[in-house]
């Protein structure tokens, strides 16, 4: 009794958070509709979630859906997962960018829902596979909407978002937490982590993933992207990795106009993780349970904006989307 009022509280002042948040996306941007959606979802560990058990602590999150025009033409549409700091501004920027192009969003909140802001300095508030859930969860709702076209929905994600988009690709997650009548009809994933090998990683779903990353990344390095997308290459998949030379972490970010030291940041760039067979992640060094406490994660991490880089991922992502998922 008393979980359901918490979660009851919390759905509410989510939508209050939520509420002002739609107010002031119709205040910045030229949509025809925004719509505030409560998003009831589970919060999961990673083994729960590797293991495939579904009944994990209930959650109720939201998100917020723009449709760029009227009429009732069903719409392509992006479902946007945000880093580790939460819902940011670039998130915001990109969700504009693409109802110009005529592209619904939907900005999901993996967050406030939790009682959380950011997990950039203990990354261990949440599991990090928690997000992929969510992810689907946002799939299934969208593919209901009047709106939306079922069939041209992709998700974009950014660092821990874009670890959760490019990893919501696996068939054997989908199998496990995902409807079988929805699908993904793209991946657009922003400077990920690529760290984590997982049983039957190479087995991804048949559509296009495009992973964009700066090659300057010291918070989540593009070494093990590089690698798995190659591995991903020889298993036949469409996959394709575009680096721009000398950009930083949330490169895509105006705001960040003079560099960032986040210096509390947790960051795993000198872990090498995998899955076990219990569904635990484990250090491939020492075979040891991984914890944020393990002796391989560094604090530090450096985040700044790119304009040449952030230009040419505009560049990148519009030719992408405007082949994918064809808005009119």
């Given at each position: 009794m008393w979980l359901k009022s918490i979660v009851s509280i919390r759905s509410w002042l989510?939508?209050?958070?939520?509420f002002a948040w739609a107010i002031s996306g119709l205040a910045h941007s030229q949509v025809f509709r925004v719509e505030v959606h409560p998003l009831p979802s589970v919060t999961l560990t990673d083994q729960e979630f590797l293991t495939g058990k579904h009944d994990g602590t209930p959650v109720v999150l939201a998100?917020?859906?723009r449709i760029p025009r009227g009429g009732t033409d069903r719409l392509p549409a992006v479902i946007l997962v945000h880093g580790s700091g939460g819902v940011s501004g670039y998130v915001d920027d990109w969700a504009q960018?693409?109802?110009?192009?005529?592209?619904?969003?939907?900005?999901?909140?993996?967050?406030?829902?939790?009682?959380?802001?950011?997990?950039?300095?203990?990354?261990s508030q949440l599991g990090r596979l928690a997000m992929i859930v969510d992810t689907y969860r946002a799939l299934a709702l969208l593919a209901k909407h009047p709106r939306i076209d079922p069939s041209r929905i992709a998700v974009m994600g950014?660092?821990?978002?874009?670890?959760?988009a490019l990893y919501s690709s696996l068939k054997r997650f989908q199998r496990m937490h995902l409807s079988a009548s929805t699908s993904f009809a793209a991946y657009i994933v922003f400077y990920?982590?690529?760290?984590?090998?997982?049983?039957?990683d190479d087995d991804v779903a048949n559509v296009?993933?495009?992973?964009f990353h700066g090659g300057a990344d010291d918070y989540s390095p593009v070494d093990t992207c590089r690698l798995y997308v190659d591995r991903l290459k020889k298993a036949g998949k469409d996959i394709e990795l575009r680096e721009y030379a000398g950009a930083q972490h949330a490169f895509d970010w105006p705001l960040l106009k003079t560099q960032v030291k986040?210096?509390?940041?947790?960051?795993?760039?000198?872990?090498?993780?995998?899955?076990?067979?219990?569904?635990?992640?484990?250090n491939s060094e020492t075979k040891n349970v991984f914890t944020y406490g393990d002796p391989c994660v560094e604090l530090g991490a450096t985040i700044g904006y790119s304009a040449e880089a952030y230009a040419e991922a505009q560049k990148d992502v519009r030719v992408f989307v405007l082949a994918v998922l064809n808005p009119k």
């Open positions: 989510t939508a209050v958070i939520v998100g917020q859906l960018w693409l109802n110009a192009l005529g592209v619904a969003t939907f900005v999901l909140d993996s967050f406030t829902g939790r009682g959380l802001v950011s997990v950039a300095n203990d990354q950014f660092s821990r978002g874009g670890q959760a990920p982590d690529c760290r984590t090998i997982y049983h039957d296009p993933i495009r992973i986040l210096a509390q940041a947790q960051t795993t760039r000198r872990c090498r993780l995998e899955e076990s067979t219990d569904g635990t992640i484990i």
